[in-house]
């Protein structure tokens, strides 16, 4: 029998991966057509849809540590014109969310009245709940992770932590959020990274911003740093950009942009929830904005569509009385990639910054910083100075400083005196070493080509610790 050659074989596997890709472009299109005359036609045929019906929303309650649903809720599958709640005998169920799969789905939930949240997950086709979380205060907003693992949000001492737990309940919960303030997860992003509101500057209390930690807790920082109005309820959509809502509506990161862009949604109140289709028709959760009114009346959200390039919502389900938020597509999604942390067996962190120049809110005059000053938040909440350390010529410094606690960084001349500074708190693990390019940089910006002052005259950090002298010696 006459062997096949080494360029029929290449024909072959070039041929059948053509046939394959050439599948997958057929059904993405037919499922982009069924999404598209969907939104034309007020429906999402075909689609099977998941929310949570409320009599009460408050969307931005969570960032003062409060309740988001005061009078409950339940979750809703809904298919074509059949609609079955996701659980029976429960007193309460919000925060649906799928998993990768799209076979099971993870929820906070009170089994009786006066219980406090807790995060449990059942099969979509039915099936008891089971419970993953415990304790006397609220779990909320669970999100599934690619290695077996969960992240949420818990209420301890008056304020929501982000943690992560494996999924079956074993084990001690890792904490991943050590600044003061509130924490609400909102996405699990496909390179591995969780998409987090809090307050801006973080820590603070001022409006909501969309941040990223890695699932050790490592990592944080703002999405984008043009920090111009409150944003919220961050989603990663099918075409990978980051949908939000905002004080302007609805707007959008992607990935070639510094900055946000408007989408184009009619005037409303989108704080509801936000899910998108692969064809990029939006399913918003939303109300109408009534400005001016002296006293408006507060309607319920409903769920609505928008497709690109149109000028109207189309209303999907809206019930009287009743919000409906926390949308969700019923269907397999893209699995998360894995985080190897990267993490080391100490209980102090390294924080290298390259050129403290550099800045987005303006580059500062060369030869102007002296010193870098760190402080600490300790646990009665009071401001500790760490100490300080040189600034060099080229804006570099190397400080080894407490992880796992609420750090601050302001910039000093040689007079003592502030010339930049942080206006809220960031943390970095025990065991992790940080770099940064600039002063509030922002993470779009790349980091010159050399290496920086500082390591050429050392490669130990100033000890910031408290373990030994507050003041660390060093040229300028």
């Known amino acids: 029998m006459r062997k096949p050659s080494i360029s029929g074989l290449i024909l072959l596997l070039v041929l059948g991966c053509v046939a394959v890709l050439a599948a997958r472009l057929l059904v993405f299109g037919a499922s982009a057509r069924a999404d598209a005359a969907g939104a034309k036609g007020g429906t999402l045929s075909g689609t099977v849809l998941m929310f949570t019906r409320t009599p009460s929303y408050s969307a931005q309650a969570w960032i003062q540590g409060g309740e988001r649903f005061p009078q409950g809720g339940s979750i809703v599958v809904k298919n074509g014109n059949d609609s079955h709640p996701l659980v029976a005998d429960f007193a309460a169920a919000v925060d649906p969310r799928l998993n990768f799969e799209g076979t099971s789905v993870l929820f906070a939930g009170k089994e009786k009245r006066g219980d406090p949240w807790q995060v449990y997950e059942v099969a979509l086709n039915g099936g008891p709940p089971h419970q993953i979380t415990a304790g006397e205060e609220d779990s909320i907003r669970p999100m599934y992770l ?7 949000a818990r209420k301890t001492g008056g304020r929501f932590v982000l943690e992560a737990a494996a999924l079956d309940g074993s084990g001690k919960p890792l904490r991943l959020t050590y600044a003061p303030g509130n924490f609400l997860p909102t996405d699990v992003l496909r390179d591995g990274r969780v998409l987090f509101e809090s307050s801006f500057p973080l820590g603070s209390a001022g409006h909501p911003e969309i941040y990223t930690v890695y699932p050790d807790g490592s990592g944080v920082e703002a999405y ?247 003041t660390a010696k060093g040229e300028n």
């Open 146 to 152: 690619p290695d077996g693992r969960i992240v949420y």
């Open 224 to 470: 984008r740093c043009d920090h111009r109005d409150a944003r919220s309820n961050g989603i990663q959509g099918a075409s990978g950009d980051i949908l939000f809502a905002s004080t302007r509506g609805l707007g959008r990161f992607t990935s070639a942009l510094a900055h946000d862009v408007t989408v184009n949604v009619p005037e409303g109140d989108y704080a509801g929830g936000i899910a998108e289709t692969e064809a990029g028709v939006l399913i918003l959760s939303s109300r109408p904005v009534q400005a001016g009114a002296k006293n408006p009346v507060r309607q319920g959200y409903a769920l609505k569509l928008w497709a690109p390039r149109t000028h109207a919502l189309t209303t999907v389900a809206a019930e009287q009385g009743e919000s409906l938020v926390e949308p969700v597509l019923v269907r397999p999604h893209p699995i998360a990639n894995r985080f190897p942390t990267a993490l080391h067996d100490w209980k102090t962190t390294n924080l290298l910054a390259l050129n403290s120049y550099i800045s987005r809110d303006g580059e500062t005059p060369q030869g102007t910083l002296a010193v870098v000053r760190v402080s600490i938040l300790d646990a009665s909440g009071k401001v500790k100075v760490l100490g300080t350390a040189p600034v060099e010529k080229d804006g570099s410094f190397f400080v080894q400083a407490p992880g796992d606690s609420p750090l601050r960084f302001e910039l000093l001349n040689a007079q003592g005196n502030v010339v930049r500074k942080e206006n809220g708190w960031i943390w970095a693990r025990s065991g992790e070493q940080r770099i940064c390019v600039g002063c509030h940089a922002g993470p779009e910006r790349a980091p010159d080509n050399s290496v920086p002052g500082v390591l050429l005259r050392t490669t130990t950090p100033a000890d910031l610790t408290g373990a030994t002298a507050a």
